[in-house]
């Protein structure tokens, strides 16, 4: 049995999404690459087509992101809105999940949703807000990332795991330095599931949404 994460910054894991930079010098793992919304510049275009390049070329660019919209940090939002689209168009093209950044920007993520014609699946990660929000999402391709914010009982990240389809869900360690093991066992203790069914769970979740499949 192993313990995936689903999003992490830290390289050279086992059965890990690590967000690489650059695919041909990050090591051999799977991993995602993206525009950060923080980091979208006026230049974002031709960044763009270095990520649809190494998408398409490297199978194990597992999830193109994070890509995503941030109100707090970050340039005008016209400006990572552009970057958003068109990330999540090359991920729904390759047939591979969008890793979300999504930061007091909810509004301007369901008003993507109800317009896109093909929205990729997209996985929020580092999901920690209202239960409510988390209900208004769920009629879309949207899936949901729990982290460090399980380990705090009360959370809305705890609150939402216990009652979230247990097809909607995906662990990670992000930037937390914490072993993903203790996500799935605090995940375990929350769901009342052995943590070998949570492993199988999502990786039957992650098959079950991406064309480049993990076992
Ligand atoms: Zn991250």
Redesign the pocket.
């Given at each position: 049995m192993h313990f995936w994460d689903f999003?992490t910054?830290q390289s050279g894991q086992p059965y890990s999404l690590y967000?690489a930079d650059n695919p041909a010098t990050s090591g051999v793992g799977a991993c995602s690459v993206g525009i950060h919304p923080w980091s979208v510049g006026l230049d974002w275009e031709d960044e763009f087509k270095r990520i649809q390049d190494q998408s398409s070329q490297h199978e194990r660019v597992l999830a193109i992101g994070?890509a995503g919209v941030d109100r707090l940090k970050g340039p005008e939002i016209q400006l990572q809105k552009d970057a958003f689209y068109a990330q999540a168009s090359a991920a729904a093209e390759l047939g591979i999940p969008l890793i979300l950044?999504c930061v007091k920007s909810h509004d301007l993520l369901l008003e993507y949703l109800k317009s896109a014609k093909n929205p990729p699946c997209i996985i929020w990660?580092?999901w920690n807000q209202k239960p409510e929000l988390a209900t208004q999402l769920l009629p879309f391709p949207l899936f949901f990332s729990f982290g460090k914010h399980i380990l705090h009982p009360g959370s809305n990240a705890s609150k939402w795991l216990a009652t979230c389809p247990l097809d909607r869900v995906f662990f990670e360690t992000?930037?937390s330095g914490l072993e993903i093991g203790l996500i799935y066992q605090r995940a375990s203790l929350l769901l009342q599931i052995p943590v070998a069914s949570l492993a199988a769970q999502v990786i039957a979740n992650w098959n079950a949404i991406s064309k480049r499949k993990i076992s």
């Open positions: 999003h910054h967000q994070e950044h990660h580092g992000d930037d």
